[in-house]
């Protein structure tokens, strides 16, 4: 078996089964493709908040691959549930959560993402859950730092046309952007591997020069690019970027932009660089008690890893805590879907969770977060305020 | 008759080589489109091959001076009478030639039947037809049929010889002047490629009508305001439709390509080769339909041969009255079998959306003129000339527009599928649902996962056959089945990208497409069908673009592949539209055009809608400026900023003039924008 489109249905006990009839937790996580390294945070996390529950209330976890496929994930949807699985925990991806969300509703066994934000994929359909923030709350507040605080007032939109998270946050963020007086320069849409992408951002830096020649004149300062894209693509514009003009700008990105390579890619080569994202390694979420649940989540993660815990560790850590408790005695998935639809889980390292009536969480917070920045500054900001 | 966009001089329009190039390549995208025959029984046999390249179709007429295939006739060759001089054009129903009848010494059109088509009866039937049909009429708007012949072994009509350019050329020549932001364009005259720019400034073009003595100077159309000059042809034609309709010649096949017009601006009537006479026989008896896809009647494209009468002369004409207006042809699609369709079930757009200035009384003639019921229509060519000319003269029109309650009722009527789906939904979705949870523990699940597993691997071997996977899809009865077929059709297509078979592909997506709509009451897999396909349309067009970029293939391999993103724009899917549109933007066919604003002017949602508009200002045409400028009235804000932006890249000579309306928008951050981009213009520094 190759890896593309397999479904490698590994059955992981990592709790010790009781004898009767146990509530089974599904997994669907890509644990193949270009996604994996995700997946790989994802099951850390989950794996992590198992840890901390006692060990007979550990429910039987069932893991099946998606590969980052929405094709994939509706067949390992199918095998979740004939396996027992009352709920899942996953899919990660925007895309393959919509396939998902088909499936869910037709088995009436619902699903909670961790990471996919596309708006859709709770629309109209009482089986779909996420806990994170969706991509529009996001890119307000992108859009809302970089117009005000950061004042930027020319942005060129880099964005990955395969991505659909990528899409609607730079449609969303676009449209924030322009509602508080920025201009969107232009768009310089790209498929992951295209020979241009180490390319793009001298590209970008040459259409906001173009741009403020032509038009009104815009500071130096003042211009900024926001690249949504995997962190792979991204790290290659980053080393790949030539042009002189690159120092002017502001860079502007979400959640995959993480890890020691990038941050070091990035350091002094621009004159700044923006995320936004759930998480942050040292400080939790804003609303986050910063008392025992988080430290607790820290600390478990530094005895197990090198690394800090990434943005999707820590949703797919709190996804975790926050369903299982749903489970007890749920007669069925509709039941079970009607308390989701209820949940409120405080204790949360990316933040409090409140699910609103559509499977999206309100109000859930963020993170601003300034890369490279030896301070390591860090707004928290809050959705919906 | 072939077209008359072939007998006249195929001269590139003026520039430089290669806005002639793009022009040609242009003229001859309209040319597929337009001149698909839906005669099943003669297609083949009578349709020349497409040229194989696109540097063969340039210089084609050049090439074909000498001879022509088949026929043994060269230049200054001598056929019962006629001199042959040149062949001046090439069409479904022969070659045309301009000839001198030596005997009166007069110049003529002689049309030749295409080689092997004097042996078929059908062929010749449809010939003699044409001539007779043609030979009872006599109006100054047809053109004269001189006479008929086989001899030599070969078929000919000789016909009246008409220099100038057809209708089809003359909106070929407007889209090309709006391109290129040129105001004026000559459409008869003396010398119909002289620049006339100098000629026309400051000369009131408004009120040229044929028969005004300016005439001699040509004719010359202000693209502000081209709509009183192409009314007045059309009337003109309606006359001559009325003389053959009082003859029982019905002619079924309006087009612009059939209109012709002299180089003192006279339009005739031309091309009865499909034309049905009441006291004759049909050749078509087979019930196949006849006509150019584009322009057929309803009563035409769904085969009701019994109700085909002279009312579809008259939507045909309307039809080719629209186009003439908006330079759009009001339905359109990505196959025959879909024009049809939206010909038969679909509301076409609007003139005044496609050309912002049309007189509304004009419109609503346009719109009578097609209305899908023949007894809503203008019941003669009469009717409907009496009412273009009470136009001209600026009297109170007899058509009226649809009042509120019959579009509502249109609306209700075009969706009473749904509408009547719609009060047994839940019953079906929970019928399904029922059937899908009972089948839930099926073992023919984990059939289905160890089928994806093999199909996903590529090491595994053979692929099911496409036909087999289809017949699946529309043959599943039960939910299982249908979610088997479309796993299994997923599958498929995921290897197609994967081995790079794009071709294959993009016929399965099409396919896949219809028998989605299929699905439609079957929602959740209808749903599936469409997850599981969107990432191999995304890779397709992926795939697509970089051997585009590429120049990759030969020109027939190009278009096919130009032809699949097109296709793509109308997908249901908004990111799928956005990659299809993203790459036709940056590929910059000029034949891409058309597809981008029909799929704008169709689309609804606001990123299909942005997606299409940010490609067309990518694409860089100033022939998208009338349709982005429409735009600009969206009641969607980002649809509206998207097409000032695109505007303002544009930069057409009037974008103060369009950009006016915004003004008074209501979104405030759009004033902003808006007067950013007047601030420029100006040269003002803010």
């Known amino acids: 078996m190759t890896t593309r489109s397999r479904i490698a249905v590994t059955l992981l006990l990592l709790a010790a089964a009781c004898g009767g009839p146990e509530p089974a937790v599904g997994v669907l996580l890509p644990r193949s493709g270009r996604t994996q390294a995700a997946g790989d945070q994802a099951l850390a996390g989950i794996a992590l908040a198992l840890e901390t529950l006692p060990e007979d209330a550990r429910p039987r976890l069932v893991v099946a691959d998606d590969g980052g496929t929405a094709l994939a994930t509706t067949a390992a949807y199918d095998v979740l549930v004939d396996e027992g699985a009352q709920v899942v925990i996953g899919p990660l991806d925007t895309g393959c959560a919509l396939a998902a969300a088909v499936v869910a509703r037709r088995r009436r066994v619902p699903f909670v993402s961790p990471s996919a934000t596309g708006e859709e994929v709770t629309r109209n359909n009482t089986f779909a859950f996420r806990i994170c923030a969706g991509d529009a709350e996001m890119a307000r507040k992108l859009a809302t730092h970089a117009a005000y605080d950061l004042r930027l007032q020319h942005v060129v939109v880099v964005v990955d046309l395969s991505d659909r998270h990528a899409l609607g946050f730079a449609e969303s963020f676009a449209h924030e952007f322009v509602v508080r007086r920025g201009r969107i320069v232009a768009e310089l849409p790209f498929h992951p591997g295209d020979e241009d992408v180490p390319g793009l951002l001298d590209r970008a830096a040459e259409r906001l020069r173009r741009s403020a020649e032509e038009g009104r004149p815009v500071p130096d300062d003042r211009r900024g690019v926001l690249v949504m894209a995997s962190h792979d693509d991204v790290l290659a514009m980053v080393r790949g970027a030539r042009s002189p003009a690159v120092a002017d700008l502001v860079l502007l990105g979400g959640a995959d932009w993480e890890g020691p390579e990038l941050e070091a890619a990035l350091a002094g080569r621009f004159r700044g660089a923006w995320r936004v994202s759930h998480f942050h390694p040292d400080e939790g979420a804003p609303d986050a008690t910063r008392g025992p649940d988080v430290s607790t989540f820290l600390d478990a993660w530094s005895r197990r890893h090198d690394e800090p815990p990434s943005d999707i560790a820590a949703l797919a850590y709190d996804a975790t805590l926050a369903v299982l408790p749903q489970l007890a005695d749920a007669a069925d998935g509709a039941e079970l879907a009607d308390r989701l639809r209820e949940l409120a889980f405080l204790g949360g390292v990316t933040g409090r969770v409140h699910m609103d009536a559509s499977g999206r969480p309100r109000n859930k917070s963020f993170v601003l977060e300034q890369l490279h920045d030896p301070r390591r500054s860090a707004f928290f900001e809050r959705s919906g305020e | ?686």
């Open chain 2, 1 to 686: 008759m072939p077209d008359r966009r072939e007998q006249s001089d195929e001269r590139p329009d003026p520039g430089d080589g290669s806005d002639a190039e793009r022009g040609a390549a242009g003229r001859r995208t309209r040319r597929l489109r337009r001149d698909v025959r839906i005669d099943t029984g003669e297609f083949r046999a009578e349709y020349p091959p497409l040229p194989g390249d696109r540097e063969q179709y340039l210089h084609a007429p050049d090439a074909e001076e000498g001879s022509s295939d088949g026929l043994g006739i060269r230049v200054g060759s001598v056929i019962d009478g006629y001199r042959v001089k040149r062949q001046i054009g090439r069409g479904g129903m022969g070659v045309v030639f301009e000839a001198e009848q030596v005997s009166l010494g007069r110049t003529v059109a002689l049309k030749v039947l295409p080689a092997g088509a004097v042996r078929n009866e059908r062929s010749m039937d449809r010939f003699r037809r044409e001539a007779t049909a043609v030979a009872r009429l006599s109006h100054p708007r047809i053109v004269s049929v001189h006479g008929f012949n086989v001899a030599e072994g070969i078929g000919y009509l000789a016909m009246e010889y008409v220099d100038g350019l057809d209708m089809a050329e003359v909106i070929d020549r407007l889209r090309t002047a709006r391109t290129h932001g040129r105001r004026f364009v000559r459409i008869s005259g003396p010398d119909l490629d002289q620049d006339i720019t100098t000629w026309a400034r400051g000369r009131k073009l408004m009120g040229t009508m044929p028969g005004d003595p300016r005439i001699r100077s040509g004719i010359v159309i202000d693209l502000r305001n081209p709509f009183p000059m192409m009314a007045a042809f059309v009337a003109d034609i309606a006359d001559a439709l009325r003389h053959a309709h009082a003859n029982g010649v019905i002619h079924r096949d309006i087009k612009p390509s059939n209109l012709l017009l002299d180089r003192e601006g006279r339009v005739k009537l031309s091309d009865f080769g499909l034309a049905k006479s009441a006291d004759a026989a049909s050749v078509t008896e087979s019930g196949d339909l006849v006509g150019s896809p584009a322009y057929v009647s309803p009563e035409q494209a769904s085969s009701r041969r019994a109700g085909v009468d002279e009312r579809s002369d008259v939507y045909s004409l309307g039809v080719t009255l629209y186009e003439m207006l908006t330079l759009h042809q009001p339905f359109l699609g990505k196959n025959v079998a879909v024009i049809l369709r939206n010909i038969l079930t679909g509301d076409p757009p609007p003139p005044s959306r496609l050309a912002p200035r049309i007189p509304r009384e004009l419109e609503t003639i346009v719109l009578k003129a097609i209305e899908r019921d023949p007894s809503k229509r203008y019941q003669t060519a009469e009717e409907f000339g009496d009412d273009l000319r009470r136009f001209l003269n600026f009297e109170p029109i007899a058509a009226r527009p649809l009042g509120r309650t019959a579009r509502a009722w249109r609306a209700v009527r075009r969706h009473r599928v749904a509408i009547s789906l719609g009060g047994m939904g839940a019953i079906v979705v929970t019928l399904v649902g029922v059937l899908a949870s009972g089948l839930g523990g099926d073992d023919g699940r984990r059939d289905i996962v160890r089928q994806i597993l093999a199909a996903g691997g590529h090491d595994g071997g053979a692929s099911t056959d496409v036909a087999e996977l289809l017949t699946q899809l529309s043959t599943a009865e039960s939910a299982l089945d249908i979610r088997h077929a479309v796993e299994n059709v997923s599958v498929e297509a995921q290897r197609l990208l994967v081995d790079g078979e794009y071709e294959r592909l993009a016929e399965l997506l099409a396919v896949m497409d219809t028998q989605q709509g299929l699905l439609d009451w079957r929602t959740a897999e209808s749903n599936l069908l469409a997850a599981n396909v969107r990432g191999v349309k995304i890779g397709l067009c992926r795939d697509l673009h970089r051997l585009l970029r590429a120049r990759d293939g030969d020109a027939r391999t190009r278009r096919s592949r130009l032809a699949t993103l097109e296709r793509l724009l109308g997908d249901e899917d908004w990111q799928v539209c956005k990659n299809a549109a993203v790459a036709l933007g940056d590929v910059a066919a000029l034949s891409s055009l058309g597809a981008l604003q029909d799929a704008l002017a169709r689309r609804e949602d606001t990123r299909g809608k942005v997606a299409l508009i940010r490609a067309l200002q990518e694409q860089g045409h100033r022939d998208a400026v009338p349709l982005l400028a429409s735009e600009l009235r969206s009641p969607d804000p980002w649809v509206r900023l998207a097409a000032l932006d695109a505007l303002d890249a544009l930069d057409p000579p009037d974008l103060e003039d369009l950009v006016v309306p915004l003004s008074r928008d209501p979104e405030e951050w759009l004033l902003y924008r808006y007067d950013d981009v007047l601030d420029r213009r100006r040269g003002e520094s803010p």
